[in-house]
Protein backbone atom coordinates (compact mmCIF):
# COMPACT_ATOMS: atom_id res chain seq x y z
CA UNK A 1 0.00 0.00 0.00
CA UNK A 2 1.23 3.30 -0.88
CA UNK A 3 1.84 6.07 1.79
CA UNK A 4 -0.21 8.48 -0.36
CA UNK A 5 -3.36 7.17 -2.19
CA UNK A 6 -4.77 9.43 -5.00
CA UNK A 7 -7.49 8.68 -7.39
CA UNK A 8 -5.84 9.05 -11.16
CA UNK A 9 -8.73 10.20 -13.31
CA UNK A 10 -9.52 12.04 -15.20
CA UNK A 11 -12.18 13.72 -13.31
CA UNK A 12 -13.80 15.20 -16.44
CA UNK A 13 -16.34 18.35 -15.47
CA UNK A 14 -18.23 21.18 -17.35
CA UNK A 15 -16.73 24.81 -17.43
CA UNK A 16 -18.17 26.31 -13.87
CA UNK A 17 -18.56 23.08 -12.04
CA UNK A 18 -17.21 22.71 -9.17
CA UNK A 19 -14.23 20.25 -9.16
CA UNK A 20 -13.24 17.71 -5.90
CA UNK A 21 -10.21 15.86 -5.41
CA UNK A 22 -9.11 14.31 -2.92
CA UNK A 23 -5.91 11.77 -1.16
CA UNK A 24 -5.71 9.24 1.79
CA UNK A 25 -2.83 8.69 3.56
CA UNK A 26 -1.54 6.01 6.30
CA UNK A 27 1.02 7.76 8.36
CA UNK A 28 0.25 9.73 11.36
CA UNK A 29 3.14 11.57 11.43
CA UNK A 30 2.44 13.72 8.51
CA UNK A 31 1.76 17.25 9.44
CA UNK A 32 1.95 19.17 6.25
CA UNK A 33 0.18 18.74 3.45
CA UNK A 34 0.31 20.55 -0.24
CA UNK A 35 -1.69 20.83 -2.90
CA UNK A 36 0.70 21.17 -6.51
CA UNK A 37 -0.83 22.08 -10.25
CA UNK A 38 1.04 20.25 -12.71
CA UNK A 39 0.61 21.07 -16.34
CA UNK A 40 2.26 18.54 -19.16
CA UNK A 41 6.02 18.94 -19.44
CA UNK A 42 6.07 21.67 -16.56
CA UNK A 43 7.08 21.34 -12.90
CA UNK A 44 4.77 21.50 -10.43
CA UNK A 45 2.96 24.89 -9.39
CA UNK A 46 2.23 25.19 -5.41
CA UNK A 47 -1.38 26.42 -5.07
CA UNK A 48 -2.22 25.44 -1.53
CA UNK A 49 -0.07 24.76 1.81
CA UNK A 50 -1.32 23.95 5.39
CA UNK A 51 -0.38 22.63 8.68
CA UNK A 52 -3.82 21.91 10.36
CA UNK A 53 -6.99 20.13 10.50
CA UNK A 54 -10.13 22.39 9.05
CA UNK A 55 -10.28 24.65 5.68
CA UNK A 56 -7.83 27.09 4.27
CA UNK A 57 -9.61 29.42 1.22
CA UNK A 58 -7.11 31.31 -1.35
CA UNK A 59 -9.41 32.42 -4.17
CA UNK A 60 -11.35 29.73 -6.37
CA UNK A 61 -9.23 27.07 -3.82
CA UNK A 62 -9.96 25.39 -0.43
CA UNK A 63 -8.14 22.92 1.31
CA UNK A 64 -9.37 20.85 3.57
CA UNK A 65 -7.72 18.71 6.04
CA UNK A 66 -9.27 16.10 8.20
CA UNK A 67 -6.14 14.46 10.28
CA UNK A 68 -8.31 12.59 12.49
CA UNK A 69 -9.49 10.30 8.99
CA UNK A 70 -6.31 10.95 7.43
CA UNK A 71 -7.80 12.62 4.48
CA UNK A 72 -7.71 15.38 2.44
CA UNK A 73 -9.29 17.38 -0.31
CA UNK A 74 -8.74 20.41 -2.56
CA UNK A 75 -12.08 22.09 -4.12
CA UNK A 76 -11.97 24.69 -6.83
CA UNK A 77 -14.82 26.71 -7.27
CA UNK A 78 -16.33 27.94 -10.68
CA UNK A 79 -13.80 25.69 -12.91
CA UNK A 80 -11.89 26.78 -16.21
CA UNK A 81 -10.65 25.35 -18.90
CA UNK A 82 -6.97 26.94 -17.86
CA UNK A 83 -7.89 24.74 -14.85
CA UNK A 84 -7.22 21.59 -16.71
CA UNK A 85 -3.79 19.72 -15.78
CA UNK A 86 -2.88 17.58 -13.05
CA UNK A 87 -3.31 17.49 -9.09
CA UNK A 88 -0.87 16.25 -7.01
CA UNK A 89 -1.01 16.26 -2.99
CA UNK A 90 2.00 16.16 -1.07
CA UNK A 91 2.24 15.44 2.12
CA UNK A 92 5.49 15.59 4.60
CA UNK A 93 6.01 14.37 8.35
CA UNK A 94 8.39 16.68 10.36
CA UNK A 95 11.78 17.39 9.08
CA UNK A 96 11.02 15.20 6.13
CA UNK A 97 11.05 15.14 3.16
CA UNK A 98 7.70 15.53 0.33
CA UNK A 99 5.45 12.40 0.03
CA UNK A 100 3.40 12.62 -2.92
CA UNK A 101 0.44 11.12 -4.36
CA UNK A 102 0.18 9.88 -8.14
CA UNK A 103 -1.82 12.82 -9.18
CA UNK A 104 -5.16 13.63 -10.76
CA UNK A 105 -5.78 14.46 -14.20
CA UNK A 106 -8.32 16.79 -14.25
CA UNK A 107 -10.32 18.06 -17.93
CA UNK A 108 -12.30 21.21 -17.66
CA UNK A 109 -14.68 21.18 -20.48
CA UNK A 110 -15.84 24.49 -22.17
CA UNK B 1 15.20 35.47 -10.45
CA UNK B 2 12.55 34.54 -7.74
CA UNK B 3 11.84 30.69 -8.44
CA UNK B 4 14.20 27.61 -8.73
CA UNK B 5 15.84 26.70 -12.15
CA UNK B 6 17.01 23.99 -13.84
CA UNK B 7 19.31 23.42 -16.62
CA UNK B 8 19.05 22.12 -19.18
CA UNK B 9 15.33 21.59 -19.68
CA UNK B 10 15.89 18.63 -21.94
CA UNK B 11 18.54 15.78 -22.50
CA UNK B 12 18.77 13.77 -25.06
CA UNK B 13 21.76 11.01 -24.57
CA UNK B 14 23.31 7.69 -25.89
CA UNK B 15 22.85 4.72 -23.46
CA UNK B 16 25.92 4.16 -21.30
CA UNK B 17 26.86 8.00 -21.38
CA UNK B 18 26.90 10.29 -18.59
CA UNK B 19 24.77 13.37 -17.96
CA UNK B 20 24.58 16.25 -15.32
CA UNK B 21 21.94 18.38 -14.23
CA UNK B 22 21.87 21.37 -12.22
CA UNK B 23 19.69 23.30 -10.03
CA UNK B 24 20.02 26.46 -8.65
CA UNK B 25 17.43 26.94 -5.54
CA UNK B 26 15.80 30.10 -4.21
CA UNK B 27 18.15 32.86 -3.02
CA UNK B 28 18.65 31.76 0.89
CA UNK B 29 16.66 28.52 0.56
CA UNK B 30 19.04 26.37 2.72
CA UNK B 31 16.80 22.94 1.71
CA UNK B 32 16.88 21.79 -1.85
CA UNK B 33 15.46 18.35 -2.70
CA UNK B 34 15.60 15.79 -6.13
CA UNK B 35 12.67 13.99 -7.31
CA UNK B 36 12.11 11.79 -10.56
CA UNK B 37 8.90 11.56 -12.12
CA UNK B 38 7.88 9.24 -15.00
CA UNK B 39 4.69 9.58 -16.95
CA UNK B 40 1.78 9.06 -15.78
CA UNK B 41 2.90 8.91 -11.92
CA UNK B 42 3.63 11.54 -8.93
CA UNK B 43 7.05 12.82 -8.02
CA UNK B 44 9.55 10.34 -6.16
CA UNK B 45 11.84 11.53 -4.02
CA UNK B 46 15.37 10.92 -4.68
CA UNK B 47 17.90 12.54 -2.31
CA UNK B 48 17.79 16.19 -0.26
CA UNK B 49 20.40 18.44 1.25
CA UNK B 50 20.26 21.07 4.34
CA UNK B 51 23.32 23.58 3.07
CA UNK B 52 25.79 21.48 1.87
CA UNK B 53 24.95 18.27 3.90
CA UNK B 54 23.15 15.41 2.16
CA UNK B 55 20.95 13.98 4.34
CA UNK B 56 18.95 11.64 3.24
CA UNK B 57 19.29 9.16 -0.22
CA UNK B 58 16.22 7.26 -1.33
CA UNK B 59 16.85 3.28 -2.33
CA UNK B 60 16.16 4.77 -5.41
CA UNK B 61 19.37 6.49 -6.05
CA UNK B 62 21.54 3.47 -7.38
CA UNK B 63 25.36 3.47 -6.72
CA UNK B 64 25.02 5.15 -10.78
CA UNK B 65 23.45 8.27 -8.97
CA UNK B 66 25.61 10.71 -7.18
CA UNK B 67 24.42 14.40 -6.57
CA UNK B 68 26.36 16.87 -4.67
CA UNK B 69 25.44 20.90 -3.16
CA UNK B 70 28.81 22.59 -2.81
CA UNK B 71 28.78 25.71 -0.90
CA UNK B 72 24.96 25.19 -0.12
CA UNK B 73 23.99 26.95 -3.01
CA UNK B 74 23.28 25.29 -6.44
CA UNK B 75 23.58 21.76 -6.53
CA UNK B 76 24.17 18.61 -9.29
CA UNK B 77 22.66 15.57 -10.30
CA UNK B 78 24.81 13.10 -11.89
CA UNK B 79 24.15 9.79 -13.65
CA UNK B 80 26.38 7.62 -14.94
CA UNK B 81 25.88 5.02 -17.20
CA UNK B 82 22.89 5.84 -18.33
CA UNK B 83 19.87 3.21 -19.10
CA UNK B 84 16.64 3.63 -21.02
CA UNK B 85 14.83 3.38 -17.52
CA UNK B 86 16.37 6.04 -16.30
CA UNK B 87 14.25 7.93 -18.92
CA UNK B 88 12.34 10.51 -16.95
CA UNK B 89 11.64 14.36 -16.05
CA UNK B 90 14.19 15.00 -12.94
CA UNK B 91 12.88 18.10 -10.79
CA UNK B 92 14.58 20.01 -7.84
CA UNK B 93 12.27 21.87 -5.23
CA UNK B 94 13.65 24.34 -2.41
CA UNK B 95 12.88 25.38 0.80
CA UNK B 96 13.65 27.96 3.52
CA UNK B 97 12.96 26.16 6.56
CA UNK B 98 12.07 22.66 7.75
CA UNK B 99 8.37 22.99 7.72
CA UNK B 100 7.57 25.40 5.16
CA UNK B 101 6.21 25.06 1.25
CA UNK B 102 8.71 23.71 -1.36
CA UNK B 103 9.07 25.25 -4.63
CA UNK B 104 9.65 23.38 -7.87
CA UNK B 105 11.87 24.51 -11.10
CA UNK B 106 10.30 23.13 -14.77
CA UNK B 107 12.63 19.98 -14.41
CA UNK B 108 15.02 18.08 -16.73
CA UNK B 109 13.55 15.75 -19.16
CA UNK B 110 16.24 13.14 -19.97
CA UNK B 111 15.95 10.88 -22.63
CA UNK B 112 18.28 7.62 -22.92
CA UNK B 113 18.20 6.18 -26.47
Known amino acids: QKEVEQDPGPLSVPEGAIVSLNCTYS??????FMWYRQYSRKGPELLMY????GNKEDGRFTAQVDKSSKYISLFIRDSQPSDSATYLC??????????FGGGTRVLVKP | DTGVSQDPRHKITKRGQNVTFRCDPI?????LYWYRQTLGQGPEFLTY????????KSRLLSDRFSAERPKGSFSTLEIQRTEQGDSAMYLC???????????FGQGTRLTVV
Open chain 1, 50 to 53: TYSS
Open chain 1, 27 to 32: NSAFQY
Open chain 1, 90 to 99: AIKAAGNKLT
Open chain 2, 49 to 56: FQNEAQLE
Open chain 2, 93 to 103: ASSSEVNTEAF
Open chain 2, 27 to 31: SEHNR
